[in-house]
């Protein structure tokens, strides 16, 4: 993710288009999205020439149905304000007190390898709206909870009709149990068996 000037979903769809680059166009992928990177996944997919067999978002936000989506509610922007310093946030895991960041990571290497990977984003990334291009929803979608707080995106996206599972975790479950979380998203990419 840049951390240029806003917009910023462009560079997060044109990332992701670059990843993909080698992979034969008419070759379906599969869109696996976790916590804020779910807002982006309506500008992912419209900037992909591949079909899409299925999108799972994991522990993630969701994008609005239309038109657009705040990156941050009021609340969240109330809290982020403080912390910036010249219009820059700390790293994500400073935002919080040692007793909510400590328990979501498995092993202190793990931990240092994730903080030291991210990104001081610019205040203005939170303030920004990302489009939702109409039919970006196109092919099934489905939903994996690790826990709170994305109970309500989950409850969302069952009245959209996804399918959702839960597996128990932290926000960042995926690096506690990766073999679970991988066949949990296959088997929800893979649709109902």
């Known amino acids: 993710m840049s951390t240029g000037a806003p917009p910023f979903w462009p560079s997060a769809a044109a990332a992701v288009s670059r990843c993909v680059a080698d992979v034969p166009e008419d070759q379906p992928l599969v869109l696996v999205a976790h916590s804020n990177a779910g807002l982006f996944m309506p500008t992912v997919r419209a900037a992909l020439p591949h079909p899409v ?64 990977e991210q990104p001081r984003l610019p205040l203005s990334y939170y303030e920004q709206a990302v489009p939702v291009p109409p039919a970006w929803d196109d092919h099934p979608s489905a939903y994996i909870l690790f826990g709170p707080p994305y109970e309500r995106a989950a409850q969302e996206a069952r009245e959209r009709g996804w399918r959702v599972a839960r597996l128990p975790g932290e926000h960042l479950h995926q690096t506690v149990d990766p073999a679970a979380t991988a066949e949990l998203i296959t088997s929800l990419a893979q649709g109902p068996g």
Do not use: Q
């Open 53 to 116: 067999a299925a999108s799972v978002f994991v522990d993630a936000a969701l994008p609005a149905r239309s038109g657009s989506t705040p990156v941050a509610d009021p609340e969240l922007l109330d809290f982020l304000r403080p912390l910036a310093a010249d219009g820059v946030l700390p790293r994500w895991t400073d935002w919080w007190d040692e007793s909510d960041v400590a328990p979501m990571f498995p092993d202190a290497p793990t931990r240092k390898t994730i903080v030291e």
